[in-house]
């Protein structure tokens, strides 16, 4: 691996295995025109490495070898699929403190959070590995007797993957598992900003005896291009992306053509609600992990804090001590709880957004201006606005940032209404110790995923997804391998 200065040497010394090539057939190598692009960290800005750049040549090269591989991998046993994917597992499990040195490295998250995203990587394939020998069809006598019905699942086909930097290995494995167990072979485009971790568990999968062409992995600096050669290939059957709703509606519009099964995980605005009887101080807690995981990049972060009237002075100051006490620093730093953005121009877009609210009159309760930002760019300090009026554009925007916006409302309907008052509708998060008005919230939460009295609700074995302008399909649970398999009838003559 090409390292950057010593200092950037010294802290990727850990992941000097990654492979900077492309996976392509089962072969390592170089993109066809020989380009390369760099990676950087985004704590100081460094190139860490160089990556093989991908265009639309190698793209044809990794959809000949998916295409190739799938009539030998769709008709493996469901035991030797789950048996790869449990190796995987074990394998992803045992490097953990190398994936996560990476993905700090390149996504720059503090380490205990990569720390964290490994194990959810992990959990993804472990549970797929459980999944794929349960994949059940149904038997049953027609109504009218004279047929038998037979239903029986198929793998789509050969599928494109388009993962996003915010979480380089769990949002791969949470597509490349599911896709696996299912049979289907894959094609996998990984963010430029972040693929070294794709790499790493594209190698990963190589040494656990995974067949060539089963996973096919293109890192690029030029993915749009790259995305529309195979999304226009007539083998692809399937797109799974997760990314914003923008770059969504065009891969969709990209899709429709060749008629392609579609899921995709796009933005959110979550609302997080604070009732009257909330407790206050689990409230606080809950917000702080909603908030600032990954720095705030994340889909399913809280974008808008919704609070009682009654309970906003606690809640507020609970907050606000929170924030204040966060220390901003390099994600490979012990002491560091929030690291950098993924890049300045994220960073400014995040502070744009405060800047705009606080023009629009919000209440600046704590500002990124009120201590140092950090030794790199990318840095933001957490900010807490109070009462922000609805016109601003961060009650409308995803913020991905550590910028909390508090709403205020009186009424259970008003505060249920303010969190619908948006397009997405990922996640909504209610705090309340009432049963009978956490069920009416949840009831009327728009929204595909509900937390109730948490401030977190990803978990490999549950169905991920969105309603709305969030997203088409689920992912994760039993139901995320139903992405990846077409349901296939038989009516078979009944005996005479
Ligand atoms: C995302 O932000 O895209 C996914 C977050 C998660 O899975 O928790």
């Given at each position: 691996?090409?390292?950057?200065?010593?200092?950037?040497?010294?802290?990727?010394?850990?992941?000097?295995?990654?492979?900077?090539?492309?996976?392509?057939?089962?072969?390592?190598?170089?993109?066809?025109?020989?380009?390369?692009?760099?990676?950087?960290?985004?704590?100081?800005?460094?190139?860490?490495?160089?990556?093989?750049?991908?265009?639309?040549?190698?793209?044809?090269?990794?959809?000949?070898?998916?295409?190739?591989?799938?009539?030998?991998?769709?008709?493996?046993?469901?035991?030797?699929?789950?048996?790869?994917?449990?190796?995987?597992?074990?394998?992803?499990?045992?490097?953990?403190?190398?994936?996560?040195?990476?993905?700090?490295?390149?996504?720059?998250?503090?380490?205990?959070?990569?720390?964290?995203?490994?194990?959810?990587?992990?959990?993804?394939?472990?549970?797929?590995?459980?999944?794929?020998?349960?994949?059940?069809?149904?038997?049953?006598?027609?109504?009218?007797?004279?047929?038998?019905?037979?239903?029986?699942?198929?793998?789509?086909?050969?599928?494109?993957?388009?993962?996003?930097?915010?979480?380089?290995?769990?949002?791969?494995?949470?597509?490349?598992?599911?896709?696996?167990?299912?049979?289907?072979?894959?094609?996998?485009?990984?963010?430029?900003?972040?693929?070294?971790?794709?790499?790493?568990?594209?190698?990963?999968?190589?040494?656990?005896?995974?067949?060539?062409?089963?996973?096919?992995?293109?890192?690029?600096?030029?993915?749009?291009?790259?995305?529309?050669?195979?999304?226009?290939?007539?083998?692809?059957?399937?797109?799974?992306?997760?990314?914003?709703?923008?770059?969504?509606?065009?891969?969709?519009?990209?899709?429709?053509?060749?008629?392609?099964?579609?899921?995709?995980?796009?933005?959110?605005?979550?609302?997080?609600?604070?009732?009257?009887?909330?407790?206050?101080?689990?409230?606080?807690?809950?917000?702080?992990?909603?908030?600032?995981?990954?720095?705030?990049?994340?889909?399913?972060?809280?974008?808008?804090?919704?609070?009682?009237?009654?309970?906003?002075?606690?809640?507020?100051?609970?907050?606000?001590?929170?924030?204040?006490?966060?220390?901003?620093?390099?994600?490979?730093?012990?002491?560091?709880?929030?690291?950098?953005?993924?890049?300045?121009?994220?960073?400014?877009?995040?502070?744009?957004?405060?800047?705009?609210?606080?023009?629009?009159?919000?209440?600046?309760?704590?500002?990124?201006?009120?201590?140092?930002?950090?030794?790199?760019?990318?840095?933001?300090?957490?900010?807490?606005?109070?009462?922000?009026?609805?016109?601003?554009?961060?009650?409308?925007?995803?913020?991905?940032?550590?910028?909390?916006?508090?709403?205020?409302?009186?009424?259970?309907?008003e505060g249920l209404a303010l969190a619908n008052d948006t397009r997405s509708g990922l996640v909504g998060y209610v705090y309340t110790r009432d049963l009978d008005r956490a069920v009416r919230a949840i009831e009327a939460l728009e929204c595909g995923m509900v937390g109730v009295n948490r401030g977190h609700v990803s978990d490999a074995s549950a169905p991920f997804g969105g309603v709305k302008e969030s997203g088409l399909?689920?992912?994760?649970?039993?139901?995320?391998?139903?992405?990846?398999?077409?349901?296939?009838?038989?009516?078979?003559?009944?005996?005479?």
């Amino acid at each position: 691996m090409q390292q950057g200065t010593d200092a950037a040497g010294q802290r990727i010394a850990g992941a000097a295995r990654t492979p900077t090539g492309m996976l392509v057939g089962g072969e390592w190598r170089e993109s066809r025109e020989g380009a390369r692009f760099p990676v950087l960290d985004p704590a100081t800005g460094e190139v860490i490495a160089t990556v093989a750049d991908a265009g639309v040549e190698d793209a044809a090269d990794a959809m000949d070898a998916a295409a190739a591989a799938f009539p030998r991998w769709s008709a493996a046993s469901p035991r030797r699929r789950a048996a790869l994917l449990h190796d995987v597992f074990t394998a992803v499990h045992d490097r953990a403190e190398e994936f996560a040195a990476l993905v700090t490295l390149e996504m720059g998250k503090p380490l205990a959070e990569s720390r964290a995203e490994v194990a959810y990587a992990a959990d993804f394939l472990r549970w797929y590995s459980e999944e794929a020998v349960r994949l059940t069809g149904t038997f049953r006598t027609a109504p009218g007797g004279a047929a038998r019905h037979l239903t029986l699942n198929r793998p789509v086909g050969p599928c494109l993957l388009v993962t996003p930097w915010n979480f380089p290995l769990a949002m791969i494995t949470r597509k490349v598992a599911p896709a696996l167990a299912a049979g289907c072979t894959v094609v996998l485009k990984p963010a430029e900003e972040t693929p070294l971790s794709a790499l790493l568990l594209a190698r990963v999968m190589a040494e656990a005896g995974l067949p060539a062409g089963v996973v096919n992995v293109l890192s690029t600096s030029r993915p749009g291009p790259l995305v529309e050669a195979v999304l226009g290939d007539r083998r692809i059957r399937k797109l799974s992306f997760t990314g914003s709703t923008e770059v969504g509606r065009r891969l969709l519009a990209l899709a429709a053509p060749g008629v392609l099964r579609t899921s995709m995980e796009l933005g959110g605005n979550a609302p997080f609600v604070v009732f009257d009887d909330a407790d206050v101080d689990a409230a606080v807690e809950g917000a702080v992990a909603a908030k600032l995981r990954n720095g705030g990049q994340s889909c399913v972060a809280a974008n808008r804090f919704i609070v009682a009237d009654s309970v906003a002075p606690r809640f507020v100051g609970g907050l606000a001590e929170r924030l204040r006490a966060q220390v901003v620093g390099p994600g490979d730093d012990p002491r560091s709880t929030l690291g950098p953005l993924i890049s300045q121009a994220q960073r400014d877009r995040a502070a744009g957004l405060v800047d705009d609210a606080v023009a629009h009159g919000a209440e600046p309760v704590v500002h990124y201006g009120e201590g140092a930002a950090g030794p790199g760019d990318a840095f933001l300090r957490p900010v807490l606005l109070d009462r922000v009026p609805p016109s601003a554009e961060i009650a409308r925007k995803e913020i991905f940032g550590p910028a909390a916006a508090v709403y205020r409302f009186s009424t259970e309907e008003e505060g249920l209404a303010l969190a619908n008052d948006t397009r997405s509708g990922l996640v909504g998060y209610v705090y309340t110790r009432d049963l009978d008005r956490a069920v009416r919230a949840i009831e009327a939460l728009e929204c595909g995923m509900v937390g109730v009295n948490r401030g977190h609700v990803s978990d490999a074995s549950a169905p991920f997804g969105g309603v709305k302008e969030s997203g088409l399909g689920r992912e994760g649970g039993e139901i995320g391998v139903q992405e990846y398999l077409e349901t296939r009838y038989a009516s078979i003559a009944a005996p005479a």
